[in-house]
Structure formats: structure tokens, C-alpha cells
């Protein structure tokens, strides 16, 4: 997921069910990434605008 090694498993007083949920969420901005590349790769250019 890109983070340090114990981000989210070394904080103290956090529970399994929280640390997934942590995580989870986490991985939600890597996913809309991946898929806004995706979609520009397929996208047909733009003709450049005339300033």
C-alpha cells in the first residue's frame, strides 16, 4: 500500500477490526489512481485551444 512498515499495525491501543478498517480506507486514493490512468491512456486527445 506504500506505507512504513507498523503504520498502522505498531500504534498502540489499536484493535484488529480498527486496523482493517484503517487500512481499507487506505488503499481508496492508489485505487482511484490507478483507475484515472487507466482511463486517460484510453482517452482520444483534445485538440489544444488557441489562446
Known sequence: ???P???VTQVPD???TQQ???LGNGVVPQQAEAAI???LARAEPTP???A
Do not use: C, P, Y
Open 1 to 3: 500500500m506504500g506505507l
Open 5 to 7: 512498515v507498523g503504520h
Open 14 to 16: 489499536l484493535t484488529r
Open 20 to 22: 482493517l478498517k484503517a
Open 37 to 39: 490512468r487507466a482511463l
Open 48 to 50: 489544444a485551444i488557441a
